[in-house]
């Protein structure tokens, strides 16, 4: 059988570099990941970060400015210095998917129905907002949108809530995740498939729940079989042998993750992705562990410098 390359062959869309002096995890960071380890036993969820905190208080201050004024009030979202945080801004659409303002990139869709509008991901993203917003008045759904600043597609988080019969929203691009929020991801992760395997896969792969984090990806490898059991960035990877897959240098480095995961430690190994539909170099970071006989790990896609 022909081997394949990692998410070039399966996929057509990415071309995997493996960085051979970064596969293995340095001793710091190794004592990175055991500090927050026990960080998380002693302060438990991570803190939200200033992006969060500021489009929440964007947010707050527009609910209540429609509590205030009512409907009319979204006028002011379109051109009142009050609604616009630097990058951030608030925007308004009706239960039917109309957008009725927007201080920023979305004023462009004012009067439109946007209820169908997908993400390059064919994700129905305004959809998930108003539907949401209907079924539990507020959440946060997570999407691929332009960003200016980089000037490329990127996962958006957007806080939304429905008052008055309309739902006000801000969105913000979040910076890359902390390695605490990283390590807790994965420590949830591993919890999850231990006590319900099944509902755990399931959880996995929705895109509108809580391993959606980020733009971070789980991935489930079968020791047994030595196959991919779940990966949530290429699903079309299940099944396929991870003697299979390997990088443009032919090296099998998700075999390599199989072979280096442990139960007591978390390990790390790093590549350079070529993404084709942005074309853009990108690094991957595999964070794992094992549990029984399947690892469990975190992807984090990087299109910036890694530190």
């Known amino acids: 059988m022909a081997k394949k390359s990692y998410l070039t062959q399966v996929t057509g869309a990415l071309v995997a570099v493996t960085l051979g002096a970064a596969a293995s995890t340095s001793v710091l960071a190794q004592e990175q990941l055991l500090a927050q380890e026990q960080q998380l036993a002693s302060t ?5 970060s200033v992006e969060e905190q500021r489009a929440q208080q964007l947010l707050q201050r527009a ?35 109309v957008v009725l303002a927007s201080g920023g990139w979305s004023a462009a869709y004012i009067g439109d129905n946007v209820l169908d509008m997908m993400d390059e991901n064919n994700r129905p993203f305004f959809r998930e ?3 949401g917003a209907k079924n539990n008045t ?11 600043a980089d000037g490329g597609m990127e996962a958006k988080l957007t806080s939304y809530e429905m008052v008055d019969d309309i ?8 910076v ?52 991919v059991l779940f990966d949530a960035a290429q699903r079309e990877l299940a099944g396929v042998a991870l003697v299979d897959l390997v990088d443009v240098t032919g090296q099998p480095f998700l075999l390599e993750v199989a072979q ?35 690892v469990i790990g975190i992807q984090e896609h990087i299109y910036k410098n890694a530190q």
């Open 176 to 227: 890359a995740p902390t390695l605490e929020q990283i390590y807790h991801l994965l420590e949830t992760a591993v919890l999850a498939y231990q006590q319900d395997p099944q509902l755990a896969l399931r959880k996995f792969a929705n895109r509108a729940g809580e391993f959606q984090f980020r733009g971070l990806k789980v991935l489930v490898l079968d020791l047994a079989n030595q196959t």
């Open 260 to 294: 280096r995961a442990q139960t007591d430690t978390v390990q790390q190994v790093e590549a350079l992705l070529l993404n084709l539909k942005t074309k853009r170099v990108m690094l991957q970071r595999i964070f794992f562990k094992r549990s029984g006989q399947y």
């Open 63 to 97: 609910v209540q400015h429609i509590k205030d004024e009512g409907v009319m009030g979204v006028n002011d979202f379109n051109r009142d210095a009050r609604f616009v945080d630097r990058d951030l801004y608030v925007f308004s659409v009706n239960a039917d998917g």
């Open 167 to 174: 739902i006000v929203a801000v969105g913000y691009f979040p």
């Open 129 to 131: 907002i108003i539907e």
């Open 44 to 48: 438990g969820m991570p803190q939200p």
């Open 138 to 148: 507020r959440g946060v759904v997570q999407y691929q949108w332009y960003n200016p």
